[in-house]
Each structure stands twice: as structure tokens, then as C-alpha cells.
T-cell receptor, first 115, second 116 residues
């Protein structure tokens, strides 16, 4: 079974631009979560989607948004990029998400650099 | 507030020896999951082991075992017979929530160096 895939793997943008990152979960997984990883803040939860609905959201500004499609693929968008948005963005999927004990499997990440 | 604490920023271990990575957590929920992930320099988070809050037995997965002490709110990872390929960042994580939404919080991580 194929793992979680994320595209693109690397991105370079300039301040003020917007960016869209994509995540394809493991086949059969319906829950997709996004995380931001930076050296200073570590791993921080962005949001979780299940059945095309955002179920939970972390403490990030409204410039960060996402969505999930009927095939469980997910995208996240960051508008008006700032230098501090430079990070590794990780996507994780889990089977159903009904129980908090579902194991999340991560993709390889998208490394975003904002200049 | 939910919190994960990993007090060891870095650890050294000799190849073939065992090592314990510490993790304590704080939550008021009764149902939660505890996880350990490995992150090599490539960046990908690799799932290692899981322990449910209601599990009475400590979890084991090959060379990995989780020393779960619920009353002390600790979930230490034990790696037996360390290998050079075990050199990486290790994150302890807790997943909690309900059908209204789940989130996973991570500790700051422990960087493990395995010496030949």
C-alpha cells in the first residue's frame, strides 16, 4: 500500500505570495492532519480534516486554510506569505479518526522557503 | 493544557547498547494515545510505537518498547541493541480529542547519536 504523498517536496516563494500544498493520504484513510515544523517552535498542529470537514484547528492566523476533497486528498493554502512561514509542512493521515488512538502516518513533507 | 515534555535534548549511546528516551505528558482526558516517532535528517516522520491510555501492557515493536507508567504520566521509549541507523530525532506525541475533532501534540524531541 502506498504511503502518504505530498507535493511539491520543495518550494521557494517570496513574501506576499500565496502557496498551495497537496497531500494524498494512504488509501482508505479518511482523516488528514497538517503540521508545521520549525526549529524555533517545533511541531505545531495546523488543522484536521475528516470527510471533507475541518474538525479541529490549531492556533494559526486565518492566512492558513485548508480543504479536503471527496477522495480524502487534502490541500492547504497559505496566503500573503511571511518570512516566518518558512518551515517543513507535514501531512499525516489516519484510518478513520473516530478514536484518538488512531495511528497517524506522515508524508515526507513539503519544505517551504519564503524569501 | 495538554503538554508533552522531553527533557533530554540530546543523548549518546554506544552501538548495541540499550537507551531510554524520556517523555512525560499532561492531560485531563481519560482516553488518549501516546506515540513515538523517529525523524531522520530526511525529514520524514516514521511511526515507531503506540500505547493507548487503557492498555495495561507495555507496547513492544521489535527493538522498541514503551515503558508506560500512567500514574506518573510517563511514556518512555526504550531502544534495545542500538544501531547506527537509529541516529535521528525522536518525538513523543499524544493524540486526544473526540469525534468533534482530534489533535496531536508533540514534545520538543530528543536527538539520539549512536556511536560505533
Amino acid at each position: 500500500k502506498a504511503g502518504v504523498t505530498q507535493t511539491p517536496r520543495y518550494l521557494i516563494k517570496t513574501r506576499g505570495q500565496q502557496v498551495t500544498l497537496s497531500c494524498s493520504p494512504i488509501s482508505g484513510h479518511r482523516s488528514v492532519s497538517w503540521y508545521q515544523q520549525t526549529p524555533g517552535q517545533g511541531l505545531q498542529f495546523l488543522f484536521e480534516y475528516f470527510s471533507e470537514t475541518q474538525r479541529n484547528k490549531g492556533n494559526f492566523p486565518g492566512r492558513f486554510s485548508g480543504r479536503q476533497f471527496s477522495n480524502s486528498r487534502s490541500e492547504m493554502n497559505v496566503s500573503t506569505l511571511e518570512l516566518g512561514d518558512s518551515a517543513l509542512y507535514l501531512c499525516a493521515s489516519s484510518l478513520e479518526g473516530r478514536q484518538g488512538t488512531d495511528t497517524q502516518y506522515f508524508g515526507p513533507g513539503t519544505r517551504l522557503t519564503v524569501l | 493544557a495538554q503538554k508533552i515534555t522531553q527533557t533530554q535534548p540530546g543523548m549518546f549511546v554506544q552501538e548495541k547498547e540499550a537507551v531510554t528516551l524520556d517523555c512525560t505528558y499532561d492531560t485531563s482526558d481519560q482516553s488518549y494515545g501516546l506515540f513515538w516517532y523517529k525523524q531522520p535528517s530526511s525529514g520524514e516522520m516514521i511511526f515507531l510505537i503506540y500505547q493507548g491510555s487503557y492498555d495495561e501492557q507495555n507496547a513492544t515493536e521489535g527493538r522498541y518498547s514503551l515503558n508506560f507508567q500512567k500514574a506518573r504520566k510517563s511514556a518512555n521509549l526504550v531502544i534495545s541493541a542500538s544501531q547506527l541507523g537509529d541516529s535521528a530525532m525522536y518525538f513523543c506525541a499524544m493524540r486526544e480529542g473526540n469525534t468533534g475533532g482530534f489533535k496531536t501534540i508533540f514534545g520538543a524531541g530528543t536527538r539520539l547519536f549512536v556511536k560505533a
